[in-house]
């Protein structure tokens, strides 16, 4: 039985800095990604994520089981700051992360120095 295109989740294996953002996307390692991203220890994965969803441990799941290789996660909110409810700071916490939301501009920017700098960040980034 011949198979056809095999569609799979995005996933980039590897760390690699923000080149640029916006239009709905993100730039990395020579390749584009339309949509939102989860920048983890493990790879760069799309996220199903955007402005409207709520910020909640279910949405940030692939972040917390990675958690032993995190130590700072930055959150781009988008164009907006949105504050992180206590649920999903609380889960985080529990996890010996902390978590710092900003704009999604603010977030690639500081990712980026600390990705330089060898640090043990994650980035969950909400497209813009």
Known sequence: MAKGIEIRA???????????????????????HRGSILCL??????????MSKPLSPENFRRVLD???????????????????PDELKQALKARGISSDPMSTGAAVRTFNIMLS??????????AV
């Open 10 to 32: 995005a996933h980039f294996p590897g760390r690699a800095p923000i080149d640029t953002y916006g239009n709905g996307g993100f730039r990395f390692a020579d390749m584009s």
């Open 41 to 50: 220890p493990s790879g760069i994965y799309g996220w199903d994520m955007d």
């Open 66 to 84: 990675e958690a032993d290789d995190i130590e700072v996660l930055l959150v781009g909110t988008g164009t907006e700051l949105r504050r992180l």
């Open 117 to 126: 700098e060898q640090r043990a960040v994650a980035a969950a980034l909400i």
